[in-house]
Antibody, heavy 121, light 108 residues
């Protein structure tokens, strides 16, 4: 079964740091672009960051650029999001998603259940 | 940045109704438009990609159309499990994706 499972969310104070993880199984992780997408409470979806299969391309939304770092470990079939200098507005459910990339309309076809990050003093 | 605007923001309909949701891009995105369904407390689910291609396993009552700046998602005959929030997503400016604000489909 194709699966992605996020972990690492929690409560953190403004200015603090958190590292999210996404464990994958059921597909050849090293061959896929992966994304982080977030959803603030009661709000819509916001793309956060993408990383290509071989780390060749890494991109961030302007709202997190310079504060968040996406990475992957293909040997461990895992995706990560290091979040520094967290702000109240980063409070959201963070989803990990598999991305088909530019050759197939950038569709995200496998999503995890999400991990909740709350930034509050 | 490419902005995506969905209409309506919310919609009430009955089981069996035909429903259409619209998504408009701030510039031409060719057919780089995907649709997702999200139920409360759950992850989004891919329904349509490339504006009109049905994702594997998605019922055929869902269809998508459009190109350029104007797109539609149509549900031909609403089922009880279709009441959810729907999002469009542009993937023209890969990977700087943007989503529409969502359309909440409620039971009348």
């Amino acid at each position: 079964e194709v699966q992605v499972v996020e972990s690492g969310g929690g409560l953190v104070k403004p200015g603090g740091s958190l590292r999210l993880s996404c464990a994958t199984s059921g597909f050849i992780f090293s061959g896929w672009t992966m994304d982080w997408v977030r959803q603030a409470p009661g709000k819509g979806l916001e793309w956060v960051s993408s990383i290509s299969s071989s780390n060749s391309y890494i991109n961030y939304a302007d709202s997190v650029k310079g504060r968040f770092t996406i990475s992957r470990d293909n040997a461990k079939n895992s995706l990560y999001l290091q979040m520094n200098s967290l702000r109240v507005e980063d409070t959201a459910v963070y989803y990990c998603a598999r991305d088909h990339g530019s050759g197939s309309y950038g569709r995200m076809d496998v999503w995890g259940q999400g991990t909740t990050v709350t930034v509050s003093s | 940045d490419i902005q995506m605007t969905q209409s309506p923001s919310s919609l009430s309909a009955s089981v069996g109704d035909r429903v259409t949701i619209t998504c408009r891009a701030s510039q031409s995105i060719s057919s780089y438009l995907n649709w997702y369904q999200q139920k409360p407390g759950k992850a989004p689910k891919l329904l349509i990609y490339g504006a009109s291609s049905l994702q594997n396993g998605v019922p055929s009552r869902f269809s998508g159309s459009g190109s350029g700046t104007d797109f539609t998602l149509t549900i031909s005959s609403l089922q009880p499990e279709d009441f959810a929030t729907y999002y469009c997503q542009q993937s023209y400016s890969i990977p700087m994706y943007t989503f529409g604000q969502g359309t909440k489909l409620e039971i009348k």
